[in-house]
């Protein structure tokens, strides 16, 4: 806590407001030898805050690699990276959850949780799809054109909503078009994978589980060879809809 305080408000590791010319989005990059730097456009509101915790999670998986590892091995994967991250947001989520009792806060906290859940366990799976399905038509010498994408995506949406929700179909099927994560193959999966083993880990962290915090630094623990971490998740996602219905009913 007290590196992740003296990068933030001492060493400049954030670039946080937006600016003329500052492009959109958020990431963590840096190189042994330099800080693990974060550029974010932040608006005083929970995403923004979830959007830091995110990178900052980042921010310190690099940093304590960088510290603990050869250089030879002070990189790591884009799965374990998302690890990281998204444990972080659970953290704060957990804490947030229980400082502040106050019902709007609490509605407002669920609200950018779930929009998180949405992009990492719906729309990254769903883009997961569409890329493998797109790879194996191209593998079999078959042609795709863009109408092709938008088609195929705009059905696996209407497979993922079903009946309860309506959408444009053109809209939704350019979704394909707005992601630059598919320009790296086979990545999308991961956010969902990451997210999975993060809130994993995070439930006896904030249980206050005895050597949890050691055990995440270290060996981490998590077996997604099984379905464990994802059904642990969706129970999350369960709780929060069942702590929703409370705060609005």
Same mark, same amino acid.
């Given at each position: 806590?007290?590196?992740?305080?003296?990068?933030?408000?001492?060493?400049?590791?954030?670039?946080?407001?937006?600016?003329?010319?500052?492009?959109?989005? $958020?990431?963590?990059?840096?190189?042994?030898?330099?800080?693990?730097?974060?550029?974010?456009? =932040?608006?005083?509101?929970?995403?923004?805050?979830?959007?830091?915790?995110?990178?900052?999670?980042?921010?310190?998986?690099?940093?304590?690699?960088?510290?603990?590892?050869?250089?030879?091995?002070?990189?790591?994967?884009?799965?374990? !990276?998302?690890?990281?991250? +998204?444990?972080?947001? $659970?953290?704060?989520?957990?804490?947030?959850?229980?400082?502040?009792?106050?019902?709007?806060?609490?509605?407002?906290?669920?609200?950018?949780?779930?929009?998180?859940?949405?992009?990492?366990?719906?729309?990254?799976?769903?883009?997961?799809?569409?890329?493998?399905?797109?790879?194996?038509?191209?593998?079999?010498? /078959?042609?795709?054109? !863009? /109408?092709?994408?938008?088609?195929?995506?705009?059905?696996?949406? $209407?497979?993922?909503?079903? /009946?309860?929700?309506?959408?444009?179909?053109?809209?939704?099927?350019?979704?394909?078009?707005?992601?630059?994560?598919?320009?790296?193959?086979?990545?999308?999966?991961? =956010? !969902?994978?990451?997210?999975?083993?993060?809130?994993?880990?995070? !439930?006896? +962290?904030?249980?206050?589980?005895?050597?949890?915090?050691?055990?995440?630094?270290?060996?981490?623990?998590?077996?997604?060879?099984?379905?464990?971490?994802?059904?642990?998740?969706?129970?999350?996602?369960?709780?929060?809809? /069942?702590?929703?219905?409370?705060?609005?009913?």
């Amino acid at each position: 806590m007290n590196i992740l305080r003296k990068g933030c408000l001492e060493q400049r590791w954030i670039d946080v407001y937006p600016n003329q010319g500052k492009r959109q989005g $958020a990431f963590s990059f840096g190189w042994q030898g330099t800080y693990p730097f974060i550029m974010t456009s =932040y608006h005083d509101e929970l995403e923004s805050m979830s959007t830091v915790a995110h990178e900052l999670g980042h921010s310190m998986h690099s940093y304590l690699t960088w510290k603990n590892q050869p250089f030879i091995y002070a990189d790591y994967s884009l799965f374990v !990276a998302e690890v990281a991250s +998204n444990f972080n947001q $659970a953290m704060v989520r957990g804490y947030l959850r229980n400082a502040q009792p106050d019902p709007d806060f609490q509605i407002a906290l669920i609200e950018e949780a779930m929009n998180n859940f949405h992009r990492y366990f719906f729309i990254m799976p769903t883009l997961a799809r569409f890329e493998l399905e797109i790879h194996t038509r191209i593998e079999k010498g /078959d042609g795709v054109t !863009a /109408d092709d994408m938008i088609t195929l995506m705009a059905d696996l949406f $209407a497979e993922g909503y079903g /009946d309860a929700m309506s959408y444009k179909r053109e809209q939704s099927g350019i979704t394909w078009a707005q992601f630059g994560h598919l320009f790296s193959n086979y990545y999308v999966f991961q =956010y !969902a994978t990451g997210i999975s083993a993060a809130h994993e880990l995070s !439930a006896p +962290n904030l249980a206050g589980t005895p050597g949890a915090a050691d055990n995440y630094l270290k060996i981490a623990g998590v077996d997604m060879a099984t379905p464990a971490a994802v059904e642990a998740t969706f129970k999350v996602l369960g709780d929060m809809v /069942d702590r929703l219905e409370k705060l609005v009913g």
